[in-house]
């Protein structure tokens, strides 16, 4: 099994008033390419940065992020914006959805910025929004979707451009099991036969959490090896 993703000795520390909070406490992580990971903890316990750093949002206060042995961490950002869209795929725990573009504009958002022709990005996004079951939608903007609506326009966003490693901040936390339990399938592109993809995700939902290769507990920044 090959290591896709590797943090060596992380830290974040954002600055808070006159004081500091440090979300993540000398984190070292590895992730296996084709694998399924999920990120639990409490609430505040410092996942949602965590994955922020893997995906090159952000950048660690200290220690190091590598993908297939190239530095995240050392990226400038204009390097970095292209090699997150050749690589990742991320589904924000907000969504993140742009407002003013409605459902199809947003999954060809992406592709647009890859530069995939017009004809060829509409019939993916078209594809990929049938695919979260919102093939009815497309032209629905950001507020005249339901809270789960919105998540799956952003999880076919995540998918458009068919990466290779996919970060999902509780992708299907406002979703019921039936419908949470086939995007996962979708996430995965285990369903499609296709090469496996790696996951990364965050979750509360425990039946999610059991369909993981891997599960990695978080507490107070730190890996919490305890039960
Ligand atoms: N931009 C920021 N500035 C200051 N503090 C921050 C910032 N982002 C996060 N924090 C703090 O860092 C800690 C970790 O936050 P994070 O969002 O990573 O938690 P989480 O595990 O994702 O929580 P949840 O399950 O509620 O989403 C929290 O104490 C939070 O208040
Ligand atoms: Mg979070």
């Given at each position: 099994m090959s290591t896709i993703l590797q943090a060596s000795d992380i830290s974040k520390v954002y600055p808070s008033g006159e004081d500091t909070v440090?979300?993540?406490?000398h984190l070292s992580l590895e992730f296996d390419a084709g694998r399924i990971t999920a990120i639990v903890g409490p609430s505040g316990s410092g996942k949602s940065t965590l994955l922020n750093l893997l995906a090159g949002f952000d950048v660690p206060s200290s220690g190091n992020v590598t993908h297939n042995g190239n530095s995240i961490t050392a990226m400038p950002e204009t390097t970095l914006a292209s090699y997150r869209l050749a690589h990742f795929g991320f589904i924000f725990q907000n969504y993140n959805?742009?407002?003013?573009?409605?459902a199809q504009e947003n999954v060809e958002l992406p592709l647009s910025l890859a530069s995939v022709p017009r004809l060829e990005r509409t019939k993916r996004a078209k594809e990929l929004l049938a695919r979260v079951g919102l093939g009815k939608r497309i032209t629905h903007r950001p507020n005249q979707l339901s809270g789960g609506e919105q998540q799956r326009v952003a999880i076919a966003r995540a998918l458009a451009t068919n990466p290779s490693v996919i970060f999902a901040d509780?992708?299907?936390?406002?979703?019921?099991s039936a419908t949470g339990s086939g995007i996962l399938e979708l996430l995965t592109g285990r369903s499609e036969g296709s090469e496996a993809r790696t996951l990364i995700l965050i979750t509360h939902d425990m039946e999610v959490a059991a369909r993981a290769d891997k599960i990695v507990k978080i507490r107070d920044g730190r890996l919490d090896s305890g039960a």
């Open positions: 440090t979300a993540l406490n959805l742009v407002s003013i573009l409605n509780e992708p299907t936390g406002n979703l019921d």
